[in-house]
């Protein structure tokens, strides 16, 4: 096994974009599904966005729907999260985590709770 590392936050205008990358996403052994999560300061963290390995099954939660994609590489091992059209509610830390699978649907629910760095969003004008 080894961590998941995210990369790809910054500042951004409303309308604009980011891609987020989740680097080692293949390299883990308890899950073969990633998923992103954010955390707006003085909020709980929420699920995003999911994906398993196959590039099946992607999951988004309801905000972000038509705004933001979930995409891997297999090949570099990475998990993408393209967003756009940002809006000041997307700004938060994000994270990539591996995430459990039911019924083959990946879900919002970590295997372990041991959350990386993260990556910083913000967007404002």
């Known amino acids: 096994q080894l961590q998941l590392v995210e990369s790809g936050g910054g500042s951004v205008q409303p309308g604009g974009s980011l891609r987020l990358s989740c680097i080692n996403a293949?390299?883990?052994?308890?899950?073969?599904?990633i998923g992103w999560f954010r955390r707006a300061p003085g909020k709980e963290r929420e699920g995003v966005s999911c994906m398993r390995e196959s590039g099946a099954s992607a999951k988004y939660i309801d905000s972000v729907k038509g705004r933001f994609s979930i995409s891997r590489d297999n090949a570099r091992n990475t998990v993408y999260l393209q967003m756009n059209s940002l809006k000041p509610e997307d700004t938060g830390v994000y994270y990539c985590?591996?995430?459990?699978?039911?019924?083959?649907?990946?879900?919002?629910?970590?295997?372990?709770?041991?959350w990386g760095q993260g990556t910083q969003v913000t967007v404002s004008s």
């Open positions: 293949g390299l883990t052994s308890d899950s073969d599904a």
């Open positions: 985590a591996a995430v459990r699978v039911l019924f083959g649907l990946c879900l919002f629910q970590p295997v372990h709770t041991n």
